[in-house]
C-alpha cells in the first residue's frame, strides 16, 4: 500500500476522525474501522512503518564533481525533451498548489482544499488522474496537518516547512510549503502554498516562495508567469546560480538570482535551527540515539521547527543514511504511527503531546521555547552510548562555531517581507549558517572517520568481477581502543551501517571517491606523521 493510498483510506473511511481532515484538538485518536482487531491494528502500523520508510537509491557518498552550467534563460523544447528533462530531475519542480481552507457543507469548520495549481494536467488517463487525485489530498493533510477547527485571523506569522511524500518503493518527492494569511481586509483563515519537487534544496526553494508570497500580494494571476520561467530553467549544479528573470508591475522587470550551496549534500540542512533548540550536549545525546536506531519524536510548537530539527539531525548520520521511518510533521489523523515498533524520527505538534509520551522505549524531545525540560522521555542510556573521548572531541570542535548576535533577529527577519538594510543582515546570517554546517557537519564526519574509517581494509575480494565480502569480526577487533571497539560492535548491527557496507561489498577495487573517503586519507596521512615523530624521540 503507497502513501498515497493510505491517506486516502485515511480521509474517506472510518479511520478519519468525526469524518473532518481539521478536528478538534482535544478529540480522540484516529479510530480503527470496525471489525479489525489489535492483530488488525499491528498489520496497520507495520503498514506506516512500510509507507514512511526512507530508503534512498543510488550509490551514497559518491559526490560528483560540479557539472558545466547550462545557458541561462527559458529552454524551448518539445514534448519529449520536456517530459526526459523531467525525469532526469531536471525540473525546479512537479507543481505548484495553493491550498486554502474552505467551509464544510454545514458551514461548521474549515477544510483545506486545493484552490490553484500550476501546471494544470490534462489528457491523463483514468489510473493517472486516480494518483493525481491522491497526491492532491495528501498534500492538503501535510499543508494543514495540526487536526483543529481553524477560525478566521487577523494576524499570523508566516512559516516554511517541509515534508517527504515517500510510496513503498522507496521513491520520494519533497514537499515544500509556505503558509501565511493572505491579503485582505478583516478576520480570515491562513492559506498554504506548496511545491512538489523531486529536488532536496530548502534554502533555495524558501527564495522561490518569496517571490511566489510577493507576487501574491499583488494579483494571483502574476504567480503563473514566474512559475512558468522557473519551470523552464536548468536546475544548477552545485556550486553555481540561475538567473530567472520576471517582470512586476510597478518594478519593470527583475533578475532572481537563485544558487546552489557547493556542499550540495547539505543543501537541504539548517543546522542553525537544532543548536538554536537544543545545547551542544543534548545534540550529542540525539545523535547517540540516533545512530543506534533508537525511536525518536520531537516536539515543537511551529512546523518549521521541527522539519529542519528532523532533517538536520538525519543530516549528522553523514556518510550514513537513515533508512528508517522519517516524518518531519506527523499529521494528527496519522498520530498512530508513534506506536510504531520499528525505529523512526518523527516530528509531532505539542498540542498532540499526550498522544505520545505514553509509549515506552522512546526518546521525546522538546524543542519549544518555554520547555521545562528537554527530554520528556528516554531510554536512560544515551549518554553512554559514544565513546567519551570522541564524545569530549565533538564538543570541542562545535565550540569553533562562530555565535553572531544576528542570528535570532535573521531568523525573525526570514518570516516576513524583508527591507533593503535588513537583505544585507540576511546576507550575513546566509554566511553565519553556511559556517555553521561546515563545522558541525565535519565534527560529526570525524567521529565516523575514527570509529569506522578502516571498514575499506577488510572487504575482501576474493576474485575479480565477484562482491566483497566484509569481515565484520576482524574489522572491529582491529579498534584499539575498548570503549571505542564497544561502541562499534553495537553499531555495525544497525541496518544503516549494514546497507553502508552491502554498497562497498558491490563496488569494484579501487579508488575511492567522496568527501568522506578523502577525510578518511587525511586522517590516515596525520596518524602516519605522528608515528614517525615518536619514532624520532
Given at each position: ?5 493510505l491517506?486516502?483510506d485515511k480521509?474517506v ?6 469524518d473532518?481532515l481539521i478536528?478538534d ?7 480503527l474501522?470496525s471489525?479489525e ?9 507495520n ?8 530508503f534512498?537509491?543510488g550509490k ?12 541561462l534563460?527559458p529552454?524551448?523544447a518539445?514534448n519529449a525533451s ?6 532526469s530531475g531536471q525540473y525546479f519542480f ?5 491550498v ?7 458551514g461548521?469548520?474549515?477544510?483545506p ?14 489510473f ?5 487525485e491522491?497526491?492532491?489530498?495528501a498534500i492538503?493533510?501535510f499543508?494543514?496537518?495540526e ?10 506569522h508566516s512559516e516554511?516547512f517541509s515534508?517527504v511524500?515517500?510510496?513503498v518503493?522507496g521513491s520520494r518527492?519533497n514537499?515544500y510549503c ?9 478576520a ?12 532536496a ?6 527564495k522561490i516562495?518569496?517571490e511566489v ?7 494571483m494571476?502574476?504567480i503563473?508567469?514566474?512559475?512558468q520561467k522557473?519551470r ?11 538567473e ?9 522587470t527583475?533578475?532572481?538570482s537563485?544558487t ?10 539548517n543546522?542553525?535551527?537544532l ?8 545534540v ?14 520531537f516536539?515543537?510548537d511551529?512546523l518549521g ?5 528532523i532533517?538536520a539531525?538525519?543530516a549528522?548520520?553523514?556518510p550514513?543514511?537513515?533508512q528508517?521511518?522519517?516524518i518531519?510533521?506527523?499529521p494528527q ?6 506506536c510504531?515498533p ?9 498540542c498532540?503531546?499526550?498522544q505520545?509520551?505514553d509509549?515506552?522505549?522512546l526518546?521525546v524531545?522538546d524543542?519549544?521555547?518555554n ?10 542510556d544515551?549518554?553512554?552510548i559514544?565513546p567519551?573521548k570522541?564524545?569530549?572531541e565533538i564538543l570541542?570542535?562545535l565550540?569553533t ?5 544576528s542570528?535570532s ?14 537583505k544585507?543582515?540576511f ?5 553565519a549558517v553556511?559556517e555553521m554546517?561546515?563545522?558541525v557537519?565535519e565534527?560529526f564526519l ?9 571498514y575499506s581494509?577488510?572487504?575482501k575480494c ?10 565484520k569480526r576482524s574489522?572491529?577487533?582491529a ?11 553495537k553499531?555495525?548491527q544497525?541496518q ?7 554498497e562497498?561489498e558491490?563496488?569494484q577495487p ?21 608515528k614517525?615523530k615518536i619514532?624520532?624521540?
Open positions: 500500500m503507497s502513501l498515497f493510498n491517506v486516502q480521509l473511511s472510518g479511520e478519519q476522525p468525526k473532518n478536528s484538538v482535544a478529540g480522540k485518536h484516529a479510530t474501522p471489525g482487531d489489535e492483530g488488525g491494528r499491528q498489520g496497520a502500523l503498514r506506516f512503518s512500510a509507507m514512511w520508510s526512507s534512498r537509491k551514497r557518498d559518491r559526490v560528483k564533481d560540479p557539472e558545466p552550467t547550462e545557458p534563460g529552454v524551448v518539445d520536456r517530459q526526459h528533462r523531467y525525469v512537479e507543481y505548484l498548489v495553493v486554502s481552507l474552505k467551509k464544510t457543507k454545514d461548521s469548520s474549515y477544510e482544499q486545493i484552490t490553484y495549481q500550476f501546471p494544470k494536467r490534462d489528457g491523463m488517463v483514468k493517472q488522474k486516480e494518483e493525481e491522491k497526491t492532491l489530498k492538503t493533510l499543508c494543514f496537518p487536526g483543529i477547527n481553524w477560525a478566521p485571523l487577523t494576524e499570523y516554511t515534508f511524500l515517500t510510496e518503493d518527492r514537499g509556505r503558509r501565511l494569511l493572505p491579503g485582505g481586509k478583516g480570515r483563515p491562513p492559506e498554504a502554498y506548496c511545491i512538489i519537487s523531486s529536488l534544496c530548502f534554502g533555495l526553494f524558501s516562495f518569496d508570497e510577493k507576487r501574491r500580494q499583488i494579483s494571476a502574476m503563473y508567469p514566474f512559475m522557473l523552464e530553467a536548468p536546475f544548477p549544479a552545485p556550486g553555481h546560480t540561475v530567472i528573470k520576471s517582470f512586476i508591475p510597478e518594478s519593470g527583475e533578475i532572481i537563485l546552489r550551496p557547493l556542499d550540495s549534500w547539505l543543501e537541504h540542512v543546522f542553525h535551527t543548536f538554536d533548540c537544543l545545547t551542544d550536549e543534548e550529542l545525546l540525539v545523535f547517540a540515539a540516533t545512530v543506534l536506531e533508537r525511536r525518536i519524536v516536539i515543537a511551529e521547527t521541527l522539519s529542519q530539527v532533517h539531525v538525519a549528522l548520520l553523514y550514513f543514511i537513515w528508517h521511518t522519517l518531519s510533521i506527523v489523523i496519522l498520530i498512530d504511527v508513534v510504531a520499528t525505529p523512526y524520527l518523527l516530528g509531532v505538534q505539542k498532540l503531546l499526550d505520545v509520551t509509549q515506552s522505549d526518546l524531545v524543542l519549544s521555547e520547555k521545562k525540560e528537554t527530554f520528556i522521555a528516554s531510554v536512560g544515551e549518554s553512554s559514544l567519551p570522541l564524545q569530549t570541542e570542535a565550540r562555531r562562530k555565535k553572531t548576535s542570528e533577529s535573521a531568523t525573525q527577519i526570514k518570516r516576513r517581507c524583508i527591507s533593503k538594510e535588513q544585507s543582515s546576507r550575513s546570517f546566509v554566511s553556511e554546517n561546515r563545522v557537519s565534527a570525524h567521529f565516523f572517520v575514527k570509529t569506522v574509517g578502516h581494509s577488510y572487504v576474493s576474485r575479480a568481477g565477484q562482491p566483497g565480502v566484509f569481515e574489522f572491529y577487533k579498534i584499539d581502543s575498548k570503549t571505542t571497539r564497544h561502541f562499534v560492535k553499531f555495525i544497525t544503516t551501517f549494514d546497507l553502508f557496507i552491502q562497498v558491490q563496488q579501487g579508488p575511492q571517491q567522496g568527501i568522506f573517503h578523502k577525510k578518511i586519507l587525511e586522517y590516515q596521512e596525520k596518524e602516519k606523521e605522528k614517525k619514532k624520532k624521540h
